[in-house]
Nanobody
Framework: QVQLVASGGGSVQAGGSLRLSCAAS????????MSWFRQAPGKEREGVAY???????GYADSVKGRFTISRDNAANTLYLQMNSLNPEDTATYLC?????????????????WGLGTQVTVSS
């Protein structure tokens, strides 16, 4: 089992930045793929960014060039640096982990989920 706890959300104005963190504990050898998803009210959950244990990353088109995902394997912590935020980024952000993923931005690939942290961007 893997436990994930996300933090770092908050309220910012458009153009601002936030850094999210996700602390992992438990059987963290399962965390070869770690990702950030987000879900806005009335919308489907979408994959935002992923990072594999070898450092390979991928991003949704909507956040490319603005968001950066990283991980500290020694500290079992996942990060998401979010810059140039806009109101469309408002959502609950969740971290997820799994041992293997064919399509790492697809929700169904992930076994372990954190509870999420709220990000609100005002115009």
């Amino acid at each position: 089992q893997v436990q994930l706890v996300a933090s770092g959300g908050g309220s910012v104005q458009a153009g601002g930045s936030l850094r999210l963190s996700c602390a992992a504990s438990g059987d963290t050898y399962n965390n070869k793929f770690m990702s950030w998803f987000r879900q806005a009210p009335g919308k489907e959950r979408e994959g935002v960014a992923y990072i594999a244990s070898d450092g390979t990353t991928g991003y949704a088109d909507s956040v490319k060039g603005r968001f950066t995902i990283s991980r500290d394997n020694a500290a079992n912590t996942l990060y998401l640096q979010m810059n140039s935020l806009n109101p469309e980024d408002t959502a609950t952000y969740l971290c997820a982990a799994t041992l293997f993923a064919w399509l790492p931005l697809r929700e169904l690939e992930y076994q372990y989920w954190g509870l999420g942290t709220q990000v609100t961007v005002s115009s």
